[in-house]
Nanobody, 129 residues
Framework: QVHLVESGGGSVQAGGSLRLSCAAS????????MGWFRQVPGKEREGVAS???????????YYTDSVKGRFSISRDDATHTLYLQMTSLKPGDTAMYYC???????????????????WGQGTQVSVSS
């Protein structure tokens, strides 16, 4: 069974940085696509960043417009870990952040944050002004 476990969330002031980690139960290269999502109570879950992690892929990354230039997704295949480096954080970034993965899919699905079938439990990020 696939397990994804997020860590690294916390409380920071606006302008600060955090790095989220997602420990996967199997190699990141076994997934076609992995990504980060966030959700605020009462709102729909939003795709934040994704990466084609499959061994036949080229590591293409995708970001939602609101985080471009501030967030960076990366992975360490040796440790089965996906990261989300977040800088210049804003109060609007406050949310529960989730790691997700899919074994199949397409570049379109990865870029539009669709076709994800495995999810972690989430880690809370709170940004104060």
């Amino acid at each position: 069974q696939v397990h994804l476990v997020e860590s690294g969330g916390g409380s920071v002031q606006a302008g600060g940085s955090l790095r989220l980690s997602c420990a996967a139960s199997e190699s990141t290269t076994s997934f076609y696509c992995m990504g980060w999502f966030r959700q605020v109570p009462g709102k729909e879950r939003e795709g934040v960043a994704s990466m084609i992690t499959g061994i036949t892929g080229d590591g293409t990354t995708y970001y939602t417009d609101s985080v471009k230039g501030r967030f960076s997704i990366s992975r360490d295949d040796a440790t089965h870990t996906l990261y989300l480096q977040m800088t210049s954080l804003k109060p609007g970034d406050t949310a529960m952040y989730y790691c997700a993965g899919s074994f199949g899919g397409s570049p379109y699905g990865c870029s539009t944050f669709r076709e994800f079938h495995y999810w972690g439990q989430g880690t809370q990020v709170s940004v104060s002004s």
